[in-house]
């Protein structure tokens, strides 16, 4: 079980996103023990926050100022905390090969640390060395909570802020890499949240820096409702009960996700500029029709998807893959594997926009000329990246999966354009392959109703709809 695996369990285990900053600002006397008292200070919080805490987030520089002292009393400290309790120390290293390599070492020798702060400004290489053992996991620095941020993380890149382009990259490089993203910058959490539905956040910047925890779960969490831990420190810290203070933010961090996720449910979402046009484009193309339609399953829905018309309008299907190719952009593979036929045109368009090549299983394999499964230049123990229009079960993708694997290829992703239900998310993960969705069903209801094509009674008897079938 790695960090993040262990993390989520932990999570779902005590109902929590809390994480506690152990950050010892002491008044030191002379002649003061000072790793008592950096020890006494921690073991305080600690004892009171234990039951409330998902995580712990010692920063080393509040330990490395007081020399072998404070580095002894950090030791002392993670020796308080329970086996299985996931630590992320906050170093923000960032320097080269051998350098990080001995960060890495010096990290991680100290007992419970699976998890440190970096620096993406050197590059992969200088984060490699925290990832190198297989249970271990890094926060990437994104968008910090510091006043002046913006004066480097904004600077604009073919168009887009540093901070985006740089976060991107970042979660490309290994599933075991997470972002700090300030907990007070709704902005940042949202745009980020929008292109890695799937990553971690590390938040700090709530409370004493002007964060509230409404926004940041508003902008910041998953469609599991994971996916963010909210760091807090002093608030904890000085207060006189410390455990009354860790109950009420968990308590309030929770009443804030649950308001968060119900908001979801209900298309009350941020939505990217991209998303809004493609759903609009969508629309306006009949892909998504409203009236009254006999599904194959002889129910009569009152609305109905259609992502082939796509194709015959140029200007939505490059936005489609526009939206395939920020899905894409943080997954690591070789070519893409669209699934026949109505996924193909998207595959195409997709294609394009990443400048990766395609290939495509038979389904079912070819009988006649060359007899071949898959179409395209491939080789066994290629990494493939599958592509489909939209997901309600898993039942054509598997026989797509089944193919593929069945000549060699790896099969770890998914991505699709619409993500309608639960079921085909749970099929994908019992196949080894995480689904990756651009757009819920109830997305479209929210446009719809923005564009006065239905009213709110409408809006919810769609929802109602989509929930049940």
Not at 55 to 77: C, H, Q, R, V
Not at 338 to 354: D, H, Q, W, Y
Not at 382 to 392: A, R
Request: proline share 5%; with cysteine; charged share 25%.
């Amino acid at each position: 079980m790695d960090f993040f695996e262990r993390l989520e369990q932990v999570c779902q285990e005590k109902q929590s996103l809390l994480c506690v900053g152990l950050d010892p600002r002491l008044e030191v006397q002379e002649g003061d023990d000072v790793r008592a008292k950096i020890v006494e200070f921690n073991q305080r919080i600690i004892e009171a926050t234990l039951p409330f805490a998902a995580a712990y987030k010692p920063n080393i520089a509040f330990y490395e100022a007081w020399g072998p002292e404070g580095l002894s009393a950090l030791e002392d400290t993670l020796n308080l905390l329970p086996e299985g309790v996931p630590i992320i120390l906050d170093a923000k290293r960032g320097d080269i090969g051998p350098t990080a390599e001995a960060y890495a070492r010096a990290a991680y020798r100290l007992k419970g640390v699976d998890c440190v702060t970096v620096s993406p400004y050197m590059g992969r290489d200088a984060v490699d060395p925290f990832l190198k053992i297989s249970n271990k996991a890094v926060f990437v620095l994104a968008r910090t909570s510091n006043p002046s941020a913006s004066e480097l993380q904004d600077f604009r890149v073919k168009k887009e802020p540093l901070y985006l382009r740089a976060a991107r990259v970042a979660a490309s490089w290994d599933r075991r890499v997470g972002l700090v993203v300030a907990g007070n910058d709704r902005e940042a959490l949202t745009r980020l949240r929008q292109i890695l539905p799937d990553t971690w956040f590390l938040a700090p910047g709530i409370g004493a820096q002007g964060g509230t925890v409404q926004e940041a779960c508003s902008a910041g969490l998953r469609r599991d409702g994971l996916g963010l831990l909210v760091v807090v420190a002093r608030e904890i810290a000085n207060a006189s009960d410390p455990a009354g203070a860790a109950r009420r933010l968990r308590d309030g961090i929770n009443e804030a996700r649950h308001q968060a996720l119900a908001n979801r449910q209900l298309g009350q979402v941020p939505m990217s500029k991209l998303k809004r046009k493609l759903l609009r484009g969508l629309i306006r193309t009949e892909c998504f029709r409203l009236g009254e339609f006999t599904l194959k399953s002889g129910i009569k829905s009152p609305f109905y998807i259609d992502l082939r018309r796509v194709s015959s309008d140029p200007k939505v299907l490059r936005l489609a893959g526009k939206a395939y190719a920020e899905l894409a952009r943080n997954l690591s593979f070789r070519s893409l594997a669209g699934i026949p036929v109505a996924a193909l045109p998207l595959a195409s368009a997709a294609s394009l926009e990443l400048n990766k090549p395609l290939i495509y299983p038979r389904i079912p394999p070819k009988a006649h000329g060359t007899g071949n499964a898959i179409e395209g230049d491939w080789k066994p123990g290629d990494k493939v990246l599958l592509l489909d229009d939209l997901i309600t079960t898993g039942k054509s993708k598997e026989e797509a999966i089944d193919v593929l694997r069945s000549e060699g290829l790896i099969v770890e992703d998914l991505v699709v354009l619409l993500e309608r239900g639960a079921q085909g998310r749970q099929d994908m993960e019992a196949r080894g392959v995480h689904l990756h969705a651009y757009a819920r069903v109830e997305e479209f209801f929210e446009v719809a109703h923005e564009l006065g094509l239905i009213d709110d009674a409408k809006k919810a008897e769609l929802i109602a709809f989509a929930r049940a079938n």
